[in-house]
């Protein structure tokens, strides 16, 4: 059945007209045998979704940003609200509708339609998480390991690098066969449009899917914008591909469902958020995970993204959207105004599932970097005293600094795995042990342009790392090493 | 009290229509408000404006009914607009304005066919050309001129281009 208002008017015969109009949210008289979540058209051609029913009347949540007059027609469609995919999506900014947002370029005919909200996938269908997830981020990579298949937690104040964070991860899956869905919840039209061109600017657009929904559209469709990213996921995952989807923010889709819980005079609950707040999050980060599939075993992985205010993470959201993913990495908005890129504290990150991907060198790094790192945190304590410093603290201060240097990725998006260890086995040992700041800088730079650009350098440096499995040896094996020589730097 | 219940079904089934509904429900609300403070005569002259034609004599013959006692004169009023509120409201568009006596004919039809409790709201919509439209408790049905000639076009849009394309070569 075409989904054009006569249509389903003289298909399924019932009628309904609007009497009331709260914002997002139409109350109608009429449409006797309408269902719970039912796709509804408005004589407008726009639709609502039916999210409650009373005897005198049933409450329709508007997907237009028209307000709907009162009197106007509405015909039941007798179908869930679905989404239309397809391959041709990619590349492609849409509402979550499916609809193209630039209407000098629609999209063709979608073969197959697909339900926004479905119930997550049974344990029967899942598979344990085992491959790594590469961020190309390496603070994230040896500190913080994601999995594919894992959901994984982004948070921050605003302005602390999330997003720069997101598109490098989004990058560096993607060159690894992966397919981005990125969803941009409630944000205003030119962080949509900056989002869009620093896709283009990494040449990995017509690899993501973007769904977007900005601050003026309205609430229902804000509310809708996850759902339907999940579901595009979903697809792609069904048809044989990884994929990494960015929720962006879901503390502004609680907004937005609050919104419409207390138009709808549902009863508020902790700072008025609705009962089902929970819910309405783990229902949707529930259908990401590792999954057996008929392509093999597949990963759908979630990196939901949720605000911070002044660095409290104990809010509502926060501790909620905590609690149901696997982990989460924290952006201090005190490390990002002292200069660090990213700024992600990895004291109070977690990840829960990642390790069990790692490589035993991998999990000897994490674990030497953390405790190098507290240990140097204390001694800092004592510096700030001014007394004289040991030797041993010297060296220790000097080697933080190479390190921090090494995690440093102003100024380049994606850091490979095996070069992450190759740099790292140079900073820990004694190899770099006297160079400044601006040179290590530098010749991070080079090496990272040389092994991007240069095949021989590449299977050089990976024949270096190649085999180690532990730490001792990587240094003990890039200790006398000539840069310049061996890769031309 | 069995008498004041004839007398609301007296009223009740008299009143065809939505608009004359609204009418009735106007003047039920004046005369509760102006109750014991009105002569008797002033009552039947707003009866005679207020009231729909159709409802006129079985109102005058009620309101002479009416008891003295102001509680149950209330009640009664009460009684009546709930009632009224409680007709449901078939909904005609057709493609004319219809005048007292095609109501009237609707109305019987309705009466004869479908029961009692149910009135008309009739609406004029010319772009129905012919035919009705009928909505009835969110339950539609198109039985319009404009609905065939749509499906016509619309099932025989190739004999007719081709019908055209004969005879235009």
Known sequence: MRLDFNNCLSEIGEIGFVERVVSSLVYIEGLPGVKPQELVIFETGEFGLVTAISESSSEILSFSHIPVRVGSRVARTNKLLEIPIGGDLLGKTI???????????????????????????????????????????SMVDLMIPLGKGQRELVMGDQKTGKSKFLLRSLLSQIKNGAVGVYAVIGKNQLAIKQIEEELTKMGILSNVVLIVSSADDATGMIYLTPYAAMTIAEYFRDNGRDVLIVLDDLSMHAKAYREISLLGKRFPGRNSYPGDIFYTHSRLLERAGNFRTSHGELAITCLPVVETVQGDLTGYIQTNIMSMTDGHIFFDHDLFVEGRRPAIDPFLSVTR????????????????????????????????????????????????????????????????????LFLFGLIWGDAWRDKSRSELRILIQKILFMYDSKQEVRERIDGHISGITRLDDLVKALQDINISSELGV | MKEQDAGHNEIVDTIRTKEERSRFLAFIEELAGRLFRISKEDAIRIIQVRVPECAVAATMRAVTDLPADPETVKGVFEKLERALLALRILRVDVAISPTDAVIEHMFSWVRREVGRGIILDVI???????????????????????KKIEKFFENDREYISKKFLHHAS
Request: hydrophobic residues 35%.
């Open chain 1, 353 to 420: 599932v990642g390790r069990q991907t790692q490589t035993p060198l991998q999990k000897e790094i994490g674990r030497a970097l953390i405790s190098f790192l507290r240990n140097v945190a204390r001694m800092h304590n004592f510096a700030s005293f001014g007394a004289e410093l040991g030797d041993h603290i010297k060296r220790a201060l000097e080697k933080e600094v190479r390190v921090f240097q090494f995690f440093d990725q102003t100024a380049y998006d994606r850091v490979p795995q095996a070069l992450q």
């Open chain 2, 124 to 146: 004029c919509d010319r772009t129905v050309l012919g035919g009705a439209r009928f909505v009835f408790e969110g339950r539609y049905r198109e039985y319009t001129l404009a």
């Open chain 1, 95 to 137: 509402s979550p509708l499916g609809k193209s947002i630039d209407p000098s370029r629609p999209l063709p005919p979608a073969k197959e339609t697909r339900p926004i909200d479905i119930a997550p996938q049974g344990i029967g269908s899942r598979a344990k998480i085992s491959k790594a997830c590469e961020t190309g981020v």
